[in-house]
């Protein structure tokens, strides 16, 4: 085989491992999002399936690279490890809604809240862990990550010392273990 030749195969081989990958990433889109419009919905009608099919179908067409982007030989495993870390948020979750009703209802109300803004730096170098962290930060009541960079700088609002003095601790250490960074 010339070299011309060669390097005609390779695009080839190259073209349909990419078209394989999406393909895959679509399909698994597809399926998600239909079994969730299953579950979701209760209804088995077959119209309703079908609508539901349909607009499954779209959806995956036009977003399979945002759920299962590039499918890399190490994807499952920080997909599994994000699903690991899913119920240590919303236990996390659950305990600042607690604290927060504490805060709420106690009668030293005005005295116990204390709001302020402070910085710290991570190690967290993709961009996928750093939205995570700043979204798990987001998402738990009594802080809001007001900024946060590539570089791995936030800056998150705590409603008091008590809801801003775990932070980054454990939280970082759990999005550094997800995707696999060394913090």
Not at 98 to 126: C, E, G, Q, V, W
Not at 141 to 156: A, E, K, L, Y
Not at 158 to 182: H, N, W
């Amino acid at each position: 085989m010339t070299d011309a030749n060669k390097g005609i195969a390779e695009e080839t081989g190259n073209t349909r491992a990419r078209f394989f990958k999406s393909f895959l990433s679509f399909l698994i889109t597809f399926v998600f999002m239909f079994v969730t419009w299953i579950v979701l919905s209760g209804k088995f009608d077959p119209l309703l399936l079908w609508l539901g099919g349909i607009s499954s179908f779209f959806v995956a067409y036009y977003f399979y690279d945002l759920l299962f982007p590039a499918m890399e030989q190490g994807y499952f495993k920080v997909f599994f490890r994000f699903i690991r870390y899913t119920p240590w948020l919303i236990l996390e979750i659950i305990k600042a809604n607690f604290h927060l009703l504490y805060l709420a209802f106690h009668p030293r109300m005005k005295d116990l809240i204390d709001p302020h803004i402070f910085t710290f730096k991570t190690n967290l170098k993709s961009d996928i862990a750093i939205t995570t962290l700043a979204n798990s930060i987001t998402l738990t009541p009594g802080t809001i990550t007001v900024t946060s960079d590539s570089d791995g700088v936030f800056r998150v609002h705590a409603i008091d010392r008590e809801s801003a003095k775990g932070l980054p601790g454990t939280m970082l250490k759990k999005v550094a273990q997800v995707f696999g960074e060394k913090i």
